[in-house]
């Protein structure tokens, strides 16, 4: 992972959540996963940010890497891990694929987007972080 400060990563999520709250605001709530994706890789793209799209997360376990079909949504910037959801209700084992990614990715911060609400920046957007974000310097 290259040098990264909270700073850097507070920026990176403005830039992201302001993305998405794009997406949302011009096609609301209602579509599947894979619509708001496409979308959201677009308009990450045109704000020129690097990012990897549906991920393969490798899992080692003591020594055996092993291929299990983890993928993560985006993987921007090699430091913050972003997972899409469109349903109702973001369940725990939601949040614990995306704490699993940022640990096993050593990212030190992740967001859950929700496309399906009526407001993105209230509703539909959480960030989360891990022990490496408290490492990072300001």
Avoid: W
């Amino acid at each position: 992972m290259k040098n990264i400060t909270r700073s850097y990563l507070s920026d990176l999520t403005y830039i992201v959540n302001g993305a998405a709250i794009e997406v949302h605001k011009a096609l609301g709530p209602g579509l599947l996963e894979s619509i708001y994706h496409n979308c959201l890789r677009h308009e990450l793209s045109l704000l020129n940010v690097n990012f990897i799209s549906e991920m393969i997360v490798p899992l080692n376990y003591k020594g055996l890497n092993l291929e299990v079909g983890l993928r993560c949504d985006l993987f921007i910037e090699d430091c913050l891990v972003v997972e899409l959801k469109a349903i109702a209700t973001i369940l725990p084992i939601h949040e614990a694929q995306l704490l699993t990614y940022m640990n096993i990715l050593q990212a030190p911060k992740g967001i859950m987007l929700n496309f399906h609400c009526t407001n993105m920046y209230k509703y539909g957007q959480k960030t989360y972080v891990n022990k490496l974000f408290s490492q990072l310097q300001e």
